[in-house]
């Protein structure tokens, strides 16, 4: 895609610092980090979303993300990492190419997901919504 900023630097027009790289994806230091070592892995085909991604392309970030994610653990000496990919603007996407984030993580690393915890009112409520899901799942 012409526009795309991670497509450039898959066609090496904006330049990255390359961590992985191979014929369905590629992984590079994410240039605003929310800990040092970020990094994004970014399918080498243009997708906007998951729901588009091919299952090899997908299955191969997830498996480079949890191994990169390792890797950032040892070198680095963080504690723990989060392997996250936003779907649509409403979830945080601000890059519209597929990108799944590795962000290491510590212990005090004063970062936190600004998640809120919101009950059902009872199990009839969460069967509904279960049945609702199950009736669009196409797998």
């Excluded at 330049?15 to 014929?23: A, H």
């Excluded at 992984?27 to 994004?40: K, Q, S, T, V």
Aim: proline share 4%; net charge negative; with cysteine.
């Amino acid at each position: 895609m012409e526009n795309c900023i991670f497509c450039k630097i898959i066609a090496g027009k904006i330049p990255s610092t390359k961590i992985y790289e191979d014929d369905l994806i590629m992984a590079f230091l994410d240039i605003a980090p929310i800990n040092p070592g970020h990094i994004l892995i970014i399918p080498k085909e243009h997708h906007t979303g998951s729901s588009t991604i091919p299952e090899d392309v997908a299955g191969r970030m997830f498996r480079v993300g949890s191994r990169i994610g390792v890797a950032l653990k040892r070198a680095l000496d963080y504690d723990g990492f989060n392997l996250h990919l936003a779907d649509g603007t409403c979830a945080g996407q601000v890059v519209m190419h597929a990108h799944l984030h590795i962000v290491p993580r510590g212990a005090e690393d004063g970062f936190h997901w600004n998640w809120r915890q919101l009950s059902y009112a009872d199990d009839a409520e969460i069967t509904d919504k279960a049945q609702q899901i199950i009736a669009k799942l196409k797998i």
